[in-house]
């Protein structure tokens, strides 16, 4: 193979402009502006997406809910790490191209040639030009890449013959600095009728919502290396997760006899609070208790006197300690308030109406250890008994509420200090909701949580 230091101008022509997405630039730029208007980008900062890979008319309104997510990081992201299935060529392992730059109809981008230089001394990595020549699982994402993010480099790693490992390997050699997105290119089932597609689609969805790559094979994606490599990453690192948008072309530009699945999904860190904004709200948790020892009434913030992401609605937990022990905690599982709203009301609740404990009063407060739990949003856990269940949670990472019938409760992730055993866990759970150790939960939902002290 030609190095990419010798070939110091190689460029990749697209290879399937005018077939998965228009080869003018002008009709090609204006599909994207109105796939990325119409997508619903909501308040993530994402660490990874995943996007499918079909032809636009397809699937690029699917993509674009995943790549709009990208738009307010476009000064801020420097490299993408691009990963996708080698459809047509076989790759042991992954593969490298040797060119400097990719191209689309809307221009060249850069490729990282220091990084290729950093990942072929890889075992498992090869450079492999054919591979890359009319490969379009990666190509259909380089022009969402250009639309919304500014100047970047470009590793593009097609994936073949892989180890979950060593693509986490990989992952790791860049996913450490906050200025690289990774991006996994992979649609989902191939070639069922509309309903049966839809229900495969729905159960790969619940097994990525769960981290769980052991279980995700070329029958339900065919990116599904790539992807398992990045939800083992994911998983390891603590990362959470969000389904975006799953459709199928069925739904979107073909008939409903023979279809192909897509799925957009976030993955990001939790890191919710900077410093400022956690002195912030710390400051008004230790307030509101103090306000409400003095006169007996909840303090009520005033929004106008804080900023995102503070009056953003978010659930949290307020919990206080005094040597260690426990002495109160409440809080909501739903994001119903703004954060230094619900921060104060839960502080109030956990120090004078906790039914575990009397109200904290003037002699304790010095004393009091405060600690806020943020929760992500809770995600539907799909199962089909207790063992499944038990199979599907990560220990110190996720919480989890149950229920059955009007019976209910959670368990915050800091649970897992104490009980760190899957099956004790439940069971306590069960206990606090007054379900019985031998019935099965109707519903579970998973999440996870910051923790601020």
């Known amino acids: 193979m030609t190095s990419a230091k010798q070939n110091i101008m190689s460029i990749r022509p697209p290879a399937v402009a005018g077939s998965f997405y228009p080869q003018n630039a002008t009709e090609l730029d204006m599909m994207l ?39 307010p990081l476009r000064n801020k992201i420097k490299r993408v790490l691009l990963l996708g299935p080698a459809h047509r060529v076989y790759v042991k392992g992954m593969a490298l191209p040797s060119h400097s730059h990719f191209a689309t109809p809307l221009g060249n981008i850069s490729l990282d040639v220091d990084a290729f ?12 030009d054919a591979a890359h020549a009319e490969e379009h699982s990666l190509e259909t994402q380089l022009p969402f890449l250009q639309k919304t993010l500014n100047d970047f480099l470009l590793i593009p790693v097609l994936v073949g013959d892989a180890k979950p490992e ?11 600095s906050k200025d690289v997105m990774l991006v996994v290119s992979s ?38 290396r790539p992807m398992n490599g990045l939800l083992k990453y994911a998983r390891n690192n603590k990362l959470s997760i969000k389904t ?19 799925g957009a999904y976030a993955l990001f860190e939790p890191m919710i609070l900077h410093a400022e904004n956690k002195t912030q709200v710390l400051a008004i948790i230790r307030k509101s208790i103090e306000h409400g020892i003095k006169t007996g009434e909840k303090l009520v913030p005033k929004l106008d006197d804080y900023s995102s992401p503070l009056t953003d609605d978010y659930a949290v937990f307020v919990t206080l300690k005094i040597g260690g022990k426990l002495r109160g905690c409440i809080g909501t ?49 799909q199962f089909d008994d207790e063992a499944d ?21 959670t368990f915050l992730p800091i649970v897992w200090e104490s009980l760190p055993k899957p099956k004790k866990f439940l069971t306590e759970l069960k206990h606090k909701a007054g379900i019985a150790s031998n019935e099965v939960t109707d519903e579970a939902w998973h999440y996870t949580a910051e923790y601020y002290s």
């Open 166 to 176: 060593d693509i986490e390997t990989v992952i790791q050699q860049f996913c450490q």
């Open 244 to 262: 975006l948008d799953t459709k199928n072309s069925g739904d979107t530009a073909g008939n409903k006899d023979r279809v192909v699945g897509y």
């Open 389 to 409: 269940l038990l199979r599907q949670l990560r220990p110190n990472i996720d919480g989890l509420i149950i229920s059955k019938g009007h019976r209910r409760a």
């Open 187 to 224: 649609d989902l089932s191939h070639f069922h009728d509309y309903d049966t597609a839809k229900r495969i689609d729905a159960d790969t969805t619940r097994l990525i919502e769960c981290f769980d790559f052991q279980h995700i094979g070329p029958k339900q994606a065919c990116g599904c």
């Open 117 to 128: 230089n950093q990942l072929e001394r890889l075992p498992f990595v090869e450079r492999n």
């Open 33 to 71: 502006d109105k796939y990325l208007q119409l997508a619903q980008p909501g308040k993530l900062t994402p660490k990874a997406i995943i996007s499918p890979h079909a032809g636009y008319i397809y699937s690029g309104a699917i993509a674009a809910n995943a790549y709009s997510l990208l738009s």
């Open 333 to 381: 599982t739903e994001a119903q308030q703004p954060l230094i709203l619900a921060a104060a009301n839960y502080a109030f609740a956990a120090a004078f109406s906790d039914p575990r404990f009397p109200p904290v009063n003037a002699d304790e407060f010095p004393k009091l250890e405060i600690s806020l739990s943020i929760l992500t949003p809770a995600q539907a856990m």
